[in-house]
């Protein structure tokens, strides 16, 4: 996770969507998953230390548009010390511009879409074979060749299991430093701002089922009550695009909420 900002000091951030597919790989295959969290700026030989102590057969990042080079940087490097190590990169970045990350880089598989179920299927397959198998939501390139894998997207959020908090080290992080825990209820957002990815992703997802989709709100309390007794927070927030939307949604959640939780 190249979690660098130039521009704040911070302690790292929380990353919904590496503890969300680590929690889907550890609910489906007995295998070990570690987080390099990398909060400032490395050397090669520091970057490469970590993966000789580590020994992974698979080194998976995500990027947004500005960590991107950052990504292309250490996956150079890891082909460079081993060519034998698979790269995979998901996220928003290689969502949108899938092919050219692809073809320009050293990366040997890049996810499109939600990324749990396509790393599921692509860490037993290597595991198991050294094949990168052709699923859903799977791009990778071999003998100069595409092969287009197409989209993966999760419909029911409810199905999926609650993310990894255990994968960061979760209290010395920014917000839990000081006393907030941060949770999503939905993925997606309807509008077509111009500043924004999400009006591009949702032309993406359109052939997919919906793109903004929200948790139950059964299953939205039992993950704040599983993540607060472990944490203690004082505070909670929404990171969600647009936490507020859906009023009905919102107002049954504000009824539901102080019935589970005491001030």
């Known amino acids: ?15 919904y969507g590496l503890a969300g597919v680590s929690a889907f790989i550890k609910a489906n295959l007995d295998c070990e998953l570690k987080l390099f969290h990398i909060k400032k700026k490395i050397n090669m030989n520091v970057f490469l230390n970590e993966v000789k102590n580590n020994q992974p057969e698979i080194v998976a990042f995500t990027a947004t548009t500005n960590s991107f080079p950052l990504v292309e940087k250490y996956a150079r490097w890891i082909k460079s010390f081993d060519n034998k190590i698979l790269t995979v990169l998901g996220g928003v970045h290689v969502t949108i511009d899938t092919e050219n990350v692809l073809l320009d880089s050293n990366l040997d598989v890049v996810i499109r879409g939600d990324g749990e179920k396509p790393m599921l299927e692509l860490a037993k397959s290597w595991f198991d074979s050294r094949r990168i198998p052709e699923c859903e939501g799977i791009w990778y390139k071999k003998d100069g060749k595409l092969f287009n894998g197409g989209f993966s997207a999760v419909e029911d959020l409810d199905e999926l299991p609650y993310p990894d908090w255990e994968l960061f080290d979760y209290l010395n992080l920014s917000d839990p430093k000081q006393g907030m825990g941060g949770f999503m209820a939905s993925r997606g957002c309807p509008f077509n701002c111009g500043f924004c990815a999400n009006n ?9 089922g919906p793109f903004l989709r929200r948790k139950s709100i059964p299953y939205l309390i039992k993950e704040i009550k599983q993540a607060s007794k472990r944490y203690k927070f004082s505070s909670i927030e929404f990171t969600d695009d647009l936490f507020t939307l859906d009023k009905k949604w919102l107002l049954e959640f504000c009824k539901s909420y102080p019935k589970n939780f005491k001030y």
């Open 1 to 15: 996770f190249p979690d660098i900002s130039h521009y704040s000091l911070h302690a790292g951030y929380f990353h």
């Open 200 to 208: 591009i992703l949702k032309k993406i997802y359109a052939n997919s």
